[in-house]
């Protein structure tokens, strides 16, 4: 089973940039964690050119920021910027992200970014708590470096395997069924 999420996990990492939607449409989602401030400031350098709106998920372990920190970053304020606060786990951080596209309804396309290892982990707890809510959304994915220059270390990469595994039996990650029709009706 590993050696298959190991695949998927890569095909994940594949898919491609939707560029069919304006910065209008598109929402970027930061989701923070281990070097977070490092997350937040690669982030936010897709902010606005890529999308109008940018959302920082919440976080647990590193310190809480706030969106006046977030605004530093951007060196610029707008009502378009919002952050999470405080959040348990991914899946806390993915229905605090489908709660504000149920609220905007325009927003048809979401660059989802976070470190590599945790890309997919993220991308498919986001699919399942989209499709459970039949909230469907094109997501185009950019997986970031660490500051250190390394994408992620065997260790996390076998630990997202096993979560991964463990949580789709849960129910809280999505299938390979619901990527392999995700990745079919794809619009790019």
């Given amino acids: 089973m590993s050696l298959e ?3 998927r996990m890569i095909e994940i990492l594949s898919i491609p940039f939707a560029e069919k939607f304006s910065p209008e449409q598109s929402a970027i989602l930061i989701m923070p964690g281990q070097y977070q401030n490092w997350r937040i400031e690669q982030g936010t350098k897709l902010w606005p050119r890529k999308a109008k709106h940018l959302w920082v998920a919440g976080t647990r372990d590193d310190p809480l920021y706030s969106r006046e920190d977030v605004v530093q970053y951007v060196r610029t304020d707008s009502p378009d910027i919002l952050c999470g606060g405080w959040a348990k786990h991914t899946l806390w951080q993915r229905e605090w992200a489908r709660d504000l596209l149920l609220k905007h309804q325009q927003v048809g396309h979401v660059i989802l970014t976070t470190a590599a290892y945790h890309l997919p982990r993220c991308f498919l707890t ?3 708590t989209l499709q459970k809510a039949n909230c469907h959304r094109e997501i185009s994915l950019v997986s970031l470096l660490n500051p250190t220059g390394q994408s992620f ?6 630990a997202e395997i096993d979560r991964i595994g463990i949580y789709q039996k849960k129910g809280y990650v999505a299938s390979f069924a619901q990527l392999d029709l995700f990745l ?3 619009i790019v």
């Fill in 126 to 128: 986001f699919l399942q």
């Fill in 153 to 158: 270390t065997d260790d996390q990469v076998q």
């Fill in 5 to 7: 999420i190991c695949r």
């Fill in 184 to 186: 079919a009706q794809r």
